[in-house]
């Protein structure tokens, strides 16, 4: 037996006499912020579901290619503890670089929550420090309403192009669009992965050669996390979202 093979072999048999945590503790009240121009801040609620355990909470905010940042807001606390069976916040703030950011679009950036579990006295024990990242979207005025939406008001707007069997959704509107299901047939494309739609930008849909036909239903996510449907019909090479 080779060097490599008895060292896979040597972890495995380490693996199986270890046991892991089963499930995320530190849990958040939402999945994705809208951070409208002009609030103050913005919370984040979360909640400790630990049983009999306390855990760190480390939160930190970065850009779409996982660096961190400092500005243009700022996170309160950066790291605190949080009692089991127990809930707290962080405090999102815009600071003064917010103003240079697009004043005809959202912009988009990530926060990360990272939970650090309590030292075990264990020594069998593999401790690993989760992490849950979501988006933060920022809304400047001119854009409209400053409350959260179920639907992008400009939806119909979104259109589907053919080119040699390839779909590319095409996204005219100021609001990131997040497509995270697709139905053909009263069926779900169970290839498709989701994708996010910048403002005014266009994307391949990864369909793996299959076929929307004349009367496809694809689904993002609204500003509360739930799925907002959007009802296309296809004439030749285009589709348009017609009325529900």
Known sequence: MNLNKLAINSLITTLLFLSFPSFS???LDRTRVIYNEGQKSVSIGLTNESKDKPYLSQTWLENE???????????????QRIEFNSKSQVKIQAIGAVS???QDRESVFYINVREIPPRSSDVNVLQIALQTRIKLFY???GLGSN????ENPLAKEISLIKTNNIYTMKNPTPY???????????????????IMIEPFSQK?????GNNLGDSPFIYYLNDFGGLAELRFKCQGQQCLVISK
């Open 204 to 208: 391949k849909l990864e369909l793996a």
């Open 139 to 141: 809304r400047p005025k």
């Open 25 to 27: 503790a530190i849990a």
């Open 176 to 194: 990131n669009l997040t497509v995270i299901k697709i139905d053909v047939n009263n069926k779900s494309i169970d290839s498709f992965e989701g």
């Open 65 to 79: 290619q996982e660096e961190k940042l400092n500005t243009p807001f700022i996170i309160t606390p950066p790291v």
């Open 147 to 150: 409350e959260r939406m179920e």
């Open 100 to 102: 240079k950011l697009p």
